[in-house]
């Protein structure tokens, strides 16, 4: 038992962290980096395209964010109540549920990538 809800702590963790994310890339205040962000060789050498195609990513990863949040919430429930399969089945979908949402963000970012670039060819 102990093991399931220290791996939803984890989850709960790393949702809060995909929230903090998907805050920042919104905002637009996400500092160009090599670890969180849409990183392709556009976003790295151009501070607005960084923030466009990261911003238009943003509610995808949002989303990612709160199911990982409600994933670890009802595993660390599951487990306390000992429904460990449960609370294992849950883990293992938020990490699937986090790659489907951020891998769905990249139809948004390209597609800014792609506006943004032809605007600023033509400006």
Same mark, same amino acid.
């Given at each position: 038992? !102990?093991?399931?809800?220290?791996?939803?702590?984890?989850?709960?963790?790393?949702?809060?962290?995909?929230?903090? #994310?998907?805050? &920042?890339?919104?905002?637009?205040?996400?500092?160009?980096? #090599?670890?969180?962000? $849409?990183?392709?060789?556009?976003?790295?050498? *151009? *501070? @607005?395209? #960084?923030?466009? /195609?990261?911003?238009?990513?943003?509610?995808?990863?949002? !989303?990612?964010?709160?199911?990982?949040? /409600?994933?670890? !919430?009802?595993?660390?429930?599951?487990?306390?109540?000992?429904?460990?399969?449960?609370?294992?089945?849950? !883990?293992?979908?938020?990490?699937?549920?986090?790659?489907?949402?951020?891998?769905?963000?990249?139809?948004?970012?390209?597609?800014?990538?792609?506006? $943004? @670039? &032809?605007?600023?060819?033509?400006?």
């Amino acid at each position: 038992m !102990i093991e399931t809800i220290s791996a939803s702590a984890v989850i709960l963790a790393v949702g809060v962290l995909v929230l903090w #994310w998907a805050r &920042e890339c919104r905002r637009g205040t996400l500092p160009r980096n #090599w670890i969180f962000g $849409y990183r392709t060789k556009l976003t790295l050498s *151009d *501070d @607005q395209a #960084w923030v466009v /195609v990261n911003r238009a990513s943003a509610p995808f990863i949002a !989303i990612a964010g709160f199911g990982l949040i /409600v994933a670890a !919430i009802v595993g660390i429930i599951a487990a306390l109540v000992g429904a460990s399969a449960v609370a294992s089945a849950l !883990i293992g979908s938020s990490i699937v549920w986090l790659l489907g949402w951020v891998l769905i963000g990249i139809i948004p970012a390209a597609r800014a990538a792609r506006k $943004y @670039q &032809e605007t600023s060819r033509t400006a």
